[in-house]
């Protein structure tokens, strides 16, 4: 890549040279002007700088036993759009955090959508079971003291409208997702801070990863509001998420691990019922 016609190569060299700088404390803009100065043309010089710095933090962070990160979901965000065209729906971003990422849509359903997927939920509803770990099978959770129930994906034609919508929102393939959980929270309902992306050391875990790979995100949509309390909560960064009907928090994790700071809960029901439905997005397609 290059201004002038003539490709400039990055080297192993030139990385080697960039970590090296980086480890004695030199700051990005000095190296990138080192860089500059020594005839780098200044496109070229950042992606280098950025690839091999990223690359290097991964190796570091692999060797310390931490799982790989993979790709995960991110909506197109980079010049900040108020609102992202999903092709049938245009849906507001209300606000973005980076690490964690999490992002908070305004209107992702409309309220006559958010009626119809609990109205065909309701009579299905069941207490809420989690997915065992160490067998890889489902149990009650002490922790969930939601019913709920899931869709199979594309069940019904509002589902796949809202499948569809997902998808585009957030740049992840369709067949990706696990079906549609909607869960119903009541007066003291809750559930207790946990991450969605399933435990590599719990022996149950290889099993259910056959299915399409880990977790890598998670969007609540919030179907219901109650009238108080059942905020989606972070702990790790004190952020809690007003369970707004029609918004959707979203939030990724790139390797399975506290890391990523993507503890999350929902918080009890002090009044009123909640209702949300949740998208987990898994790695591959999945079956
Ligand atoms: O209901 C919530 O706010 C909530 C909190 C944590 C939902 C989930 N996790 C989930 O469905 O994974
Ligand atoms: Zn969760």
């Known amino acids: 890549m290059s201004t002038t016609g003539t490709t400039q190569q990055v080297t192993p060299q030139l990385r080697q040279w960039i970590v090296e700088q980086a480890q004695a404390g030199h700051s990005a803009e000095s190296v990138l002007k080192a860089m500059i100065a020594s005839g780098w043309n200044e496109d070229v010089a950042v992606d280098a700088m950025e690839e091999t710095l990223r690359v290097h933090v991964e190796s570091q962070v692999v060797a310390k036993g931490l799982p790989p990160a993979v790709r995960v979901p991110e909506p197109q965000l980079g010049e900040s759009p108020l609102y992202i065209d999903?092709?049938?729906?245009?849906?507001?971003?209300?606000?973005?955090?980076?690490?964690?990422?999490v992002v908070v849509f305004g209107g992702v359903l409309s309220d006559e959508e958010c009626?119809?997927?609990?109205?065909?939920?309701?009579?299905?509803?069941?207490?809420?079971?989690?997915?065992?770990?160490?067998?890889?099978?489902?149990?009650?959770?002490?922790?969930?003291?939601?019913?709920?129930?899931?869709?199979?994906?594309?069940?019904?034609?509002?589902?796949?409208?809202?499948?569809?919508?997902?998808?585009?929102?957030?740049?992840?393939?369709?067949?990706?997702?696990?079906?549609?959980?909607?869960?119903?929270?009541?007066?003291?309902?809750?559930?207790?801070?946990?991450?969605?992306?399933?435990?590599?050391?719990?022996?149950?875990?290889?099993t259910i990863l056959k299915r399409g790979g880990q977790r890598v995100a998670t969007i609540v949509i919030y179907l219901a509001e109650p009238d108080k309390g059942g905020g989606t909560v972070f702990p790790d960064v004190l952020l809690e998420v007003a369970p707004k009907r029609g918004n959707a928090v979203f939030f990724s994790y790139e390797r399975p691990h506290p890391s990523t700071r993507t503890l999350h809960g929902g918080s009890p029901v002090l009044a009123g019922e909640k209702w949300i439905a949740t998208k987990w997005l898994r790695e591959r397609r999945f079956e």
């Open 86 to 101: 999903t092709g049938d729906r245009r849906v507001a971003v209300l606000q973005t955090m980076a690490d964690p990422r």
């Open 115 to 206: 009626e119809q997927l609990i109205a065909l939920a309701r009579p299905r509803l069941a207490r809420s079971l989690t997915v065992a770990t160490r067998t890889g099978g489902e149990e009650v959770n002490a922790d969930r003291t939601s019913n709920g129930m899931f869709f199979q994906r594309a069940e019904t034609e509002l589902v796949r409208r809202i499948e569809r919508r997902l998808a585009v929102l957030v740049n992840w393939p369709e067949e990706n997702g696990e079906g549609l959980q909607i869960l119903q929270y009541g007066p003291g309902a809750e559930y207790k801070p946990h991450y969605d992306y399933f435990d590599p050391t719990e022996p149950g875990t290889p």
